[in-house]
């Protein structure tokens, strides 16, 4: 599993409406609106290195109201949780 976080600078009047579509794409796990220079994180977690740019650049960079995004791509997890068992569809 891929794990990208976005920083997502949006028009200030449309903040709720920005954060409810980009949380509406297809690998996009997460959403959170942030105090600081950015308005909201965007967990972007997918299979493939090309579906990252699919999710980023092919569609929330296109969500009207998103003015600026810089995209972090996650190298390894240092977390308790599992990730991978909560995303997973009970396949094996």
Known sequence: MITAIVFVKADVAR???????????????????????????ALVRVRRHEEVATVVADQLNKVPGVTDTETHIAFRAYSRHDLESAFSLGLD
Request: hydrophobic residues 50%; proline residues 4%.
């Open 15 to 41: 903040i709720p409406e920005v954060a409810e579509a980009i949380a509406a794409l297809d690998g996009v796990s997460e959403v959170y609106s942030v105090t600081g220079q950015i308005d909201l994180i």
